[in-house]
């Protein structure tokens, strides 16, 4: 069975300080992965997609960024955090069947810059 | 997101039925999704409906379609206190990408 993994589940940091959150995936093979911000009292916010090895698509302008190094695992990163910055990350991965896109979810991690 | 917009917020009793609705805006899509977050988590599929389709239905899930308004209802029939949770619509065309509304927080109350 498939199972997506995300850490650190939990994060705390200073404002001007760099940031990684990863994301594996098992138990499938070239899936779409995703990153979704989720701030407090907002929905979803798509921040990017990647179809394949090396192929990141950025759907919203800011100092982040994101690399997908292996073909199961998917990063997340800033060189300088942003108050702004804080809120809830979560990845997805998809393999679409049917026509679906049908996204699975990790159980997200939660940023807080101080 | 832009595309997708939901109710804030919706008070049902236990035991009643809770309907959330959703609009959406683009035309093109052909899937439509809910997704149930519980507190801390990340979020779980419920279930999805194709754009042809009016109606599924699933235990006490009922999902409604009007494609011509761009309406898209959940309805949970006999509300319970687990169902408390922020739900999700969302909606795909033909990419990747899956745009979704802010959310509507159900509190079930006894």
């Known amino acids: 069975s498939q199972t997506i993994h995300q850490w650190p589940a939990t994060l705390v940091q200073p404002v001007g300080s760099p940031l990684s959150l990863e994301c594996t995936v098992e138990g499938t093979s070239n899936p779409n992965l995703y990153w979704y911000r989720q701030a407090a009292g907002r929905g979803l916010q798509l921040l990017f997609y990647s179809v394949g090895i090396g192929q990141i698509s950025s759907e919203v302008p800011q100092n982040l960024s994101a690399s997908r190094p292996q073909d199961r695992q998917f990063i997340l990163s800033s060189k300088k955090l942003l108050l702004s910055d804080s809120g809830f990350y979560l990845c997805?991965?998809?393999?679409?069947?049917?026509?679906?896109?049908?996204?699975?979810f990790g159980a997200g991690s939660r940023l807080t810059v101080l | 997101g832009e595309d997708v917009e939901q109710s804030l917020f919706l008070s049902v009793r236990e035991g009643d039925s809770s309907v959330i609705n959703c609009t959406y805006t683009?035309?093109?899509?052909?899937?439509l999704y809910w997704y149930k977050q519980e507190p801390g988590a990340g979020l779980q599929l419920l279930t999805y409906i194709f754009s042809n389709m009016d109606m599924k239905q699933d235990q006490r899930l009922t999902v409604l379609l009007n494609k011509k308004d761009k309406h898209l209802s959940l309805r949970i029939a006999d509300t319970q206190t687990g169902d408390s949770a922020i739900y999700f619509c969302?909606?795909?065309?033909?990419?990747?990408?899956?745009?979704f509304g802010a959310g509507t927080t159900v509190t079930v109350r006894a």
């Open positions: 969302a909606e795909s065309g033909g990419d990747y990408k899956l745009s």
């Open positions: 997805a991965w998809s393999v679409r069947q049917s026509g679906a896109n049908v996204l699975t």
């Open positions: 683009d035309s093109s899509s052909t899937y």
